[in-house]
């Protein structure tokens, strides 16, 4: 029996995008857009899906869409930005967490 394909789906009512696996959300990256820049604030997969690599691959597929989009990515969360250190192909599009960024991320999410 073959394992289901996870899907990558961008939420943009909901600012995140999620991994499907089977139908069922498996996890989330959250984010919100600040002019030009999708900030990137948690990431969780569901205990269920740990260890099957859902959280890379999620990530991975939404900072493509973010390149395609012609954003820039600024990693607040601890995954995008540990896995920002692994994928230099996505340095030319990353901008630094600067203390303004926290502060308008602080503001949105009260």
Known sequence: MT???PT???NDARH???ILVDGKRAGLTA???REDQRVFYHTEVDDAYAGQGLASRLVQEALT???AAGKRIVPVCPY???FLE???EFADITDEVTPDVLEWLDSRLG
């Open 8 to 10: 990558v789906e961008r």
């Open 16 to 18: 995140r995008y999620e």
């Open 80 to 82: 995008v930005a540990k």
């Open 65 to 67: 869409d973010v390149r």
């Open 31 to 33: 984010y919100l857009d």
């Open 86 to 88: 692994r994928h230099g």
């Open 3 to 5: 394992q289901p394909t």
